[in-house]
């Protein structure tokens, strides 16, 4: 009989896919259900049934895994950020290495791959640097702040707590929303463009203790900038910010999007530190919308893990590609020769090169634009290349040329195993070993994992 749209079925969940959801099989079809752990039998409706694979929605928990843990966070069921919560980390950590492994021999046809073992975190929770909440009135037509609930992009709950960021987030967004309705506030209406209150970021300096609020509003007036610097400085229930930013997100049909941004109080930026070693630290200036790791502490290992397997020499030309804000290769600079670093986004590159200036660092330079088109007519014959692209990889015309410049060494870094695996296995046809896997776990309690890899020319 054939199977139906809606249908229940009953299954055992043997492996998580990376993005988070269980898979087991049915019928000889490969499964996909949100919200399961390997070791659960479950009953759930099929919601999409494809050539290769099915998707379907857990209905009963038959059998709960033995992996299975209570979730730390009360926002677990609602709140679609922390999919790994419910088991323990070192799980988490075997998880995203199978990820990695599987991704390499399955899509990269890599027999044996070089793995070492997973860099995990020191602080699994508690991690992050950055996070923006929205606004919203939702249906009750009341002011809410928080997170949009799994499956929603306007809805937004209220978020008491959060494992992620600073202790301090769930009782300073309370004490905010209980402001802002006080005030009459409403919140931003995409489709009426109608309404205030947008976004709030909270950025935190690791290192330093500081901390930057950004409130993002419409075109409308604020009229309560000095109540709002008030209640910030003088509430008993937050840390206190060295920053608050007001930045203006002004939308009209048939006109440019603008914004203006001013600082409310404090500095104009927000400062990190990042230890290169035990006795060399980078200092970054960071503005309010620029790129920066969100897990400092594990981007410091992240970085000494490209610092080790590029093995550069005081004579090495380094490439530095989709370098961001220049921290990669900033890292690097005191090893190498000379560094170039080249990122499509203009704001990271003069980013980038503050933070050099900052530094006291002369022997880098930076270009804004296509990585590919930058460097397809250099001549520096660099020995090391790194990379670190977005989640869709390297792009053909890209890695072609790679090919042609022949360096010494490439050290890929990758947030996406599946286009590191075509990547690397393209590299690998055409004169490349793979000498050393590396995933390091940069977002503990989510799906997310990093790797840095090591290429040697044969
Ligand atoms: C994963 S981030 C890497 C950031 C940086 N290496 C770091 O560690 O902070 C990817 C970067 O690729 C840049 N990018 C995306 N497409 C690009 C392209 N075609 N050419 C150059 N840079 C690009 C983005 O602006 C972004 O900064």
């Known amino acids: ?30 499964v996909f259900i949100e919200n399961t752990v390997p070791g659960d039998t479950v009953n759930a409706h099929v919601t999409r049934i494809k050539p290769s694979f099915l998707e379907a929605k ?3 928990l038959i059998t709960p895994s033995p992996l299975r843990i209570t979730p730390r966070c009360t926002h677990f069921n609602t709140c679609g950020g922390c999919s790994f919560q419910y088991v323990d980390y070192t799980d988490q950590l075997r998880f995203k290495e199978e990820h990695v492994a599987e991704a390499l021999t399955h899509l990269g046809a890599f027999t044996n791959p070089p793995m070492r073992p997973i860099t995990a975190c020191n602080s699994p929770w508690f991690y992050r640097n950055k996070m923006e909440f929205s606004f919203s009135m939702n249906k009750d037509d009341t002011l809410h702040v928080g997170l949009h609930p799994k499956g929603f992009r306007y ?26 309705r006080e005030k009459g506030m ?28 950004i409130l993002t509003t419409s075109h409308k007036p604020f009229k309560h900038k000095e109540d709002f610097v008030h209640h910030l400085l003088n509430s008993t229930t937050n840390k206190k910010p ?16 603008r914004f203006i941004t001013e600082t409310l109080y404090g ?4 400062t990190e530190e990042m230890n290169v070693n035990k006795t060399h630290k980078l200092t970054f200036n960071i503005l309010p919308d620029a790129f920066f790791q969100p897990n400092t502490k594990q ?6 893990h490209v610092l080790t397997l590029s093995e550069i020499d005081k004579n090495d ?48 330079r930076y270009e804004a634009g296509d990585a590919f088109k930058l460097i397809k007519h250099r001549q520096d014959n660099p020995q090391v290349v790194i990379v670190d692209p977005p989640r869709s990889g390297l792009g053909e015309k890209l890695y072609n040329h790679l090919l042609t410049i022949q360096a010494q060494k490439i050290i890929y870094v990758s947030c996406n195993p599946a286009t590191l695996a075509r990547d690397l296995s393209h590299l690998c046809k055409h004169g490349y070993t793979l000498k050393v896997v590396q995933p390091v776990d940069m977002f503990p309690q989510t799906y997310h994992i990093e790797t840095v890899c090591q290429l040697i020319k044969q």
């Open 1 to 30: 009989m054939q199977l139906k749209k809606g249908e229940l079925i009953t299954v055992n969940i043997t492996k998580i896919a990376f993005g988070g959801a269980g898979i087991g099989h049915y019928n000889g079809k490969v």
């Open 58 to 60: 857990k209905d009963t």
């Open 155 to 180: 809805d937004v709950f209220d978020l008491r707590e959060c494992y992620l960021q600073h202790e301090d987030i769930g009782p300073l967004l309370t004490s905010l929303v209980t402001f802002f």
């Open 186 to 213: 409403q919140a931003y209406h995409f489709t009426e463009n109608a309404g205030l209150l947008r976004t709030l970021t909270i950025r935190e300096g690791i290192h330093t203790n500081e901390r930057m609020i």
């Open 242 to 257: 060295t920053s608050i930013i007001l930045k203006q997100h002004i939308a009209r049909k048939g006109h440019r999007t």
């Open 267 to 270: 500095k104009p930026h927000l």
């Open 299 to 304: 981007a410091e290992l992240l970085y000494k």
């Open 317 to 364: 030309v380094v490439y530095d590609l989709f370098c961001g804000t220049g921290t990669i290769g900033l890292f690097c600079a005191h090893k190498a020769k000379y560094v170039f670093g080249f990122d499509i986004n203009a704001n990271a590159i003069k980013n980038a090169q503050e933070n050099a200036d900052n530094n006291g660092i002369t022997n880098v």
